[in-house]
Each structure stands twice: as structure tokens, then as C-alpha cells.
């Protein structure tokens, strides 16, 4: 488990994690506690998990853990917990008494990007066929992730865009960016890999990041799978560091 991370200009583990609710939208919620259980069709894990806000000591954990499992169970969903600086002590230990098993999460970065009003970059009004179709190039997408991203701009209650970079008429690389206050949030960051080591990873930063700016955020932040090394470098040559990491926990 980490510890309670503060980031660039104080954007801390709470401050993100709240941020990261609004980004990700869930049409399901439901609170028990300091847990907040969320719920979609099952897809992406930040929609499809329980996660608490609050890292103090709780006494009623055990129970709380058997009542997320009954939650799941009667909205016909496998029981997943998001493990983050915020969980109270003793989860992960419970969790894996209970027959859970470790699954890799993400890194959480935060940097200021400097903004670009890029001529290639073309925003959609949602993930339409042809931003999906860069994004299948870099992450596996099934009907389910695809529904998911289709609902959730009906759901999206801050700002959101869905950018677009052509080269020579192609869609070549995408991105999705929601501004939260002074919080710019990156999503689904895709280059074709036919288009890739052409500097559209930063390209497609800027863009986003230029959009956010025009919605008043400054600060940008991203989440990446630890073991996406080439994504790592080219956010880290971008300016964004390492705030804290969190990971899940599952029951097959």
C-alpha cells in the first residue's frame, strides 16, 4: 500500500480520486461508509468497483466488504475493490482472507502541459467510429467498454471533449480530456502504430491540454498501466510525475 501522495501544485490523492468520479461516470452509485460502489455494465474498472474516500481506522470493514459483495451480486456483477492511498487499514489483508486476488491498477501522474491550438486536432461531440477505431489499435475494446464509452457522455456532468489528431486525412491518434475546476483530466491517449515515434503522443497532450485550458484547468492529470513503459517516458518528458499508483482486487 502507498502512502497519502501529494503531487504538483498540491493536487493530492483525495483532490484526484474525486476527480476521477466526475471523470469517470457510473449510472449506478451507492454509498456504504467511505465506500462508494459504482456500477456500469461490468467494463471498465473505475465504473465497475468499490473504492473508499477515506483512509481512517474503520470497525465496521468486515461487514462493510460482505455488503459491497451482495451489492455486486444482486446487479448480476463480479465484487471488484479499488485499492487506493485511501483505503482504511487492514482491506487488502481482508480482501485476500476473502479469496481476492491482486490485478494491476494504474500509475496517477499530474503535470502542466504547455496548451496547443494544434490545426490537425478535430473535436468530436462523443467517441465516435472513427476515434474509437484509433483507440482499438492501442486497448482491447469488447461491445461492453464500447457501450460504456457511448453511455457515459449522456452521464458526464463536467465539461468533457473528444479530440481527434488527422495526419494526411488519417486518424492517427485520440484522446479524451474532462475539466473538473483548475483539473484537466486525460483519457483514452491512442496513437495508431503506424503513425507512433512521430512526437503525436505530445502533440496530442498539447491539444488536450489546450482544450482544457480554455475551460480554466491548468493542471493536467492522467492515469497509465505500470507496465506501459513508452507511455510512461513520453508523459514524463511531457512534465507529468508520479503522484500515487492504486491497483484491484478481485474474486474469481
Not at 496548451?115 to 482499438?136: Q, R, Y
Request: neutral net charge.
Amino acid at each position: 500500500m502507498m502512502d497519502r501522495a501529494a503531487g504538483l501544485d498540491g493536487a493530492d490523492a483525495p483532490l484526484l480520486e474525486r476527480a476521477a468520479l466526475n471523470a469517470v461516470p457510473a449510472p449506478r452509485v451507492a454509498w456504504d461508509g467511505s465506500f462508494v460502489l459504482r456500477a456500469f455494465h461490468g467494463g471498465t474498472g473505475r465504473a465497475n468497483a468499490a473504492s473508499s474516500l477515506d483512509l481512517a481506522d474503520d470497525p465496521e470493514l468486515p461487514a462493510r466488504i460482505a455488503r459491497a459483495e451482495a451489492h455486486y451480486a444482486r446487479l448480476g456483477l463480479p465484487c471488484r475493490f479499488r485499492s487506493t492511498p485511501l483505503d482504511p487499514p487492514g482491506l487488502a489483508t481482508l480482501l485476500l482472507d476473502r479469496g481476492y486476488r491482486e490485478a494491476e491498477g494504474a500509475l496517477v501522474m499530474t503535470g502542466r502541459v504547455p496548451p496547443a491550438d494544434d490545426p490537425a486536432a478535430h473535436l468530436c461531440e462523443g467517441p465516435d467510429a472513427e476515434w474509437l477505431s484509433v483507440l482499438a489499435t492501442a486497448e482491447y475494446q469488447d461491445e461492453t467498454r464500447r457501450a460504456e464509452k457511448r453511455e457515459a457522455v449522456a452521464l458526464m456532468a463536467r465539461p468533457a471533449a473528444w479530440l481527434v489528431l488527422r495526419v494526411d486525412g488519417m486518424a492517427a491518434a485520440c484522446g479524451h480530456a474532462v475539466a473538473d475546476g483548475r483539473l484537466c483530466g486525460l483519457f483514452d491517449l491512442a496513437v495508431r502504430p503506424e503513425f507512433q515515434r512521430q512526437g503525436l503522443g505530445r502533440r496530442l497532450l498539447g491539444a488536450l491540454a489546450g482544450w482544457g485550458a480554455r475551460q480554466g484547468a491548468g493542471l493536467c492529470w492522467l492515469q497509465v498501466a505500470p507496465g506501459n513503459a513508452a507511455a510512461r517516458r513520453v508523459y514524463a518528458a511531457s512534465g507529468f510525475a508520479e503522484v500515487y499508483g492504486y491497483r484491484y482486487f478481485l474474486r474469481d
